[in-house]
């Protein structure tokens, strides 16, 4: 069974860092690419950033870019998303997803978003 | 401003059919896949349909999907009751270089 199990949410005050881990089991890690996606309260869906298959290409939404950076460890099957100068506005539940492409090597624009984690929250406070 | 855009809510009764709007305003994304998306209360999102018009396996053949140009569409037949939730349409822009989502609709269940 595919997992997705996040960790590392929790209350920091505005302009502090966090780092979110999402730790991965069920299927080959090193296939498919990873993804955040969040969801502030009250507020849809919206994705955070991505990053390939083999590590090599990153993306990230335009509210984030230059704060957050996303990163993997193959040898621990985790995802991490490393976030700094955190804003009210970054409150949100963010969600690891796998980014599955209906084959192996799978990068962030080829595919979709499937399952996805529970979610941690983190909640900046001004 | 969402790329994507859905209208706010959506409604029907059991067994009736109700289907979903998506609109991309930009080019860039009305020439690739869409996806939708069901979160329902108290759990994570799922996935629904994938490219387009294809059902994973596990989602009922109650749900589909289309897409004609900029526009696409979620229909949902025989309506039930623990369908109610919020559904997501979702698309990668080129411009962008990332995902967009739709502003999520909201079905409620009469």
């Known amino acids: 069974e595919v997992q997705l199990l996040e960790s590392g949410g929790g209350l920091v005050q505005s302009g502090g860092s966090l780092r979110l881990s999402c730790a991965a089991s069920?299927?080959?890690?090193?296939?498919?690419?990873m993804n955040w996606v969040r969801q502030a309260p009250g507020k849809g869906l919206e994705w955070v950033s991505g990053i390939s298959f083999d590590g090599d290409y990153t993306y990230y939404a335009g509210s984030v870019k230059g704060r957050f950076t996303i990163s993997r460890d193959k040898s621990k099957s985790t995802v991490y998303l490393e976030m700094k100068s955190l804003r009210a506005e970054d409150t949100a539940v963010y969600h690891c997803v796998r980014g599955y492409c209906g084959g192996t090597s799978c990068y962030t624009k080829d595919s979709w978003f499937d399952p996805w984690g529970q979610g941690t929250l983190v909640t900046v406070s001004s | 401003q969402s790329v994507l855009t859905q209208p706010p809510s959506a409604s029907g009764t059991p067994g009736q059919r109700v289907t979903i709007s998506c609109s991309a305003s930009s080019s860039n994304v009305g020439s690739v896949y869409l996806y939708w998306y069901q979160h329902l209360p108290g759990t994570a999102p799922k996935l629904l349909i994938y490219r387009n018009n294809q059902r994973p396996s596990g989602v009922p053949d109650r749900f589909s999907g289309s897409k004609s140009d900029t526009s696409a569409s979620l229909a949902i037949s025989g309506l039930r009751s623990e369908d109610e939730g919020d559904y997501y349409c979702a698309a990668w822009d080129d411009t962008l270089s990332g995902w967009v989502f739709g502003g999520g609709t909201k079905l409620t269940v009469l």
């Open positions: 069920g299927f080959t890690f090193t296939n498919y690419a």
